[in-house]
């Protein structure tokens, strides 16, 4: 089948230079793109060892290449030269190697220039890469804050870092939120002030979600026809921004009518909302990381927001700039500078399969339904949801964090190994031993009622620990704790957590442990 030429690139043409524009690289702000030159050739393509490495939410792979397919026109209007091929195109290339060596024979280039690849998987293949007589040359993506060449001026690889230490070092360097050398509102954080549970009044307030309506049947006819292997609920139409200019509206939407409460509801959860998915969260996450925003613009839409509208407090706004030049830079830290061993990092040497209702929402725990529910339905959950429903649920059973890492690349549409891999073998999963987290994000049924409207329509008491309609997550957590006593007893922050336990009669504390024990012997059946 012929190749999709959005600007008709000539096939015998011998264009001098091939660059690269891989699915996760739309900025159309790059220096690449200053002025046009029709002696480059632009590639855009759909691989199939893209879609294969993971089985990912059909809604990633459209919006991919939708967002792909749109950038290609995008630079054709510029006057740049694409080339964009299909699945159909690279059916005879099974890996981006192979794609590369074909077409640098076919158009007889003399360079290859790539931007640097933000996962480690693609890096080694790009720098493995070989072409006799071909001049290959590496730029920067020119997205993050910390360029990837002074990462090693913050982080150290296996190492602890703190990401308070790193978030404050960064408002320094950057100049932002700051008052002088003071932070502005006199104090760093605002975390103690951003943990409200939505209360009956607050879910009719709840700003319905800026969604967009992209066609996606030639995409799903070609996901089909190739027999890609996705999950998730088919769209009837893609709700994600696909351009730069839709991520701007999204930015823009997110700065008028949910930053007033970002931080204020930024941990809470409900199912008694329609639009329970979103909340006052941004989903900026999908237009970030495929660097159709850069962080800095959204950190300073935000701040212009805060700077204009007395309504919102500065807890609002540190909250989501915390987010953003604090957690974000900091796990792409960990991630560059201890790939590749972190990827197989299993600290508290979990072994347990993933449960089939993570691929269904079928479980009788209503917090992880809805969830698990909802990320299917929309590839989305917020930044709670996957830290303290699905995540803690997998720390406390000791599922084998490759699953579990597996299940977080594929679901999410904002998931990509640099950033999802860190976030679930580190902060949720501990398996790195403490490198993200100062402590494992355990927490029993308890957290979970404070946060959420969840159990109140549970089939299990929340209030209960030991008999049959007892929360699963309450005597799961202290079967956790327990299992793992030799590793946190000295840690400070967990070791008054131990102290409690040992208060409680002995009695009561085996019948937590047999409960414990039921529920991962019957996990299946929760
Ligand atoms: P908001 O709450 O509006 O936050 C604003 C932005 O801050 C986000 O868009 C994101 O770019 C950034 N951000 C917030 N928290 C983090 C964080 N912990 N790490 C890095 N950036 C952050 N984020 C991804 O982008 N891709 C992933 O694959 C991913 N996997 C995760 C897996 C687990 C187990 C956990 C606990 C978190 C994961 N996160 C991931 C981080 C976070 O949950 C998402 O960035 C967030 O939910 C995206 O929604 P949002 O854009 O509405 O975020
Ligand atoms: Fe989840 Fe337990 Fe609450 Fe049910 S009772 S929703 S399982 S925390």
């Not at 890096?123 to 730029?139: F, M, R």
Request: net charge negative; hydrophobic share 35%; with cysteine.
């Amino acid at each position: 089948m012929a190749a999709l030429h959005v600007s008709d690139p000539v096939k015998t043409k011998p264009y001098k230079t091939l660059r690269l524009i891989l699915g996760d690289q739309l900025d159309p702000n790059h220096s690449w793109f200053t002025e046009s030159d029709a002696s480059i050739l632009y590639v855009i393509a759909e691989l199939h060892q893209e879609t294969a490495y993971v089985n990912h939410h059909v809604q990633k792979v459209c919006a991919f290449f939708l967002a792909m397919k749109a950038f290609a026109t995008t630079l054709t209007s510029s006057g740049h030269h694409v080339l964009y091929l299909t699945l159909d195109d690279t059916v005879a290339d099974p890996t981006l190697p192979d794609l590369i060596i074909r077409l640098s024979e076919q158009y007889q280039v003399e360079a290859f220039d790539y931007q640097l690849p933000d996962e480690y998987r693609l890096t080694l293949q790009l720098s493995e890469l070989s072409l006799p007589g071909v001049n290959i040359k590496a730029v920067d993506s020119e997205h993050f804050i910390i360029p990837r060449q002074i990462l090693g001026r913050y982080f150290k690889p296996k190492q602890r870092h703190q990401m308070e230490a790193f978030y404050r070092k960064m408002r320094r360097e950057q100049a932002i939120l700051m008052e002088g050398d003071k932070p502005l509102g006199g104090q760093w954080n605002f975390d103690k002030d951003n943990r409200s549970r939505l209360k009956p009044q607050d879910l009719s307030q709840i700003p319905e979600p800026l969604v967009f309506g992209h066609n996606v049947s030639e995409t799903l006819d070609r996901i089909h026809r190739h027999a890609i292997k996705v999950i998730g609920h088919e769209p009837s139409t893609l709700l994600w921004p696909i351009t730069r200019n839709e991520s701007l509206a999204l930015l823009q939407h997110f700065c008028r009518h949910l930053l007033v409460n970002y931080g204020r509801f930024q941990d809470a959860m409900t199912d008694q909302s329609e639009h329970q998915w979103s909340l006052y969260h941004s989903r900026l996450s999908f237009s970030l990381n495929l660097k159709m925003l850069t962080p800095i613009e959204v950190i300073d839409a935000a701040i212009s927001a805060f700077n204009d509208r007395e309504d919102i407090s500065i807890a609002q706004v540190e909250g989501f700039v915390r987010q953003i030049l604090g957690w974000r830079e900091f796990i792409r830290g960990i991630y560059w500078l201890n790939m590749p061993d972190y990827g197989e990092l299993n600290y508290l040497e979990a072994d347990r399969p993933l449960p089939d209702y993570f691929w269904s929402g079928e479980t009788k725990m209503n917090c992880m339904a809805k969830t698990i529910d909802q990320s299917l339905q929309f590839g989305f959950a917020h930044h709670i949801q996957r830290l303290m429903i699905t995540g803690t649920f997998s720390l406390l059973t000791g599922i084998h964090p490759d699953q579990i890492d597996q299940w977080y690349l594929g679901i999410y549409v904002d998931a990509l190994e640099w950033v999802e891999m860190p976030n679930t073998r580190g902060m949720s999963q501990f398996a790195d031993g403490g490198l993200v987290a100062t402590k494992p994000y355990s927490a029993s049924g308890n957290y979970i009622n404070k946060m959420s409207d969840y159990c109140k329509s549970c089939h299990y008491k929340v209030t209960n620990k030991v008999e049959e309609d007892a929360c699963p997550f309450n005597s799961l957590y202290w079967h956790f704790m327990e299992r793992h006593r030799d590793r946190f007893d000295r840690n400070p922050r967990i070791g008054m957590v131990y102290r409690n336990w040992d208060k409680q009669p002995s009695a009561q504390r085996k019948l937590i442990m047999d409960r414990g024990q039921w529920c991962l012997d019957h996990i299946e059946a929760l």
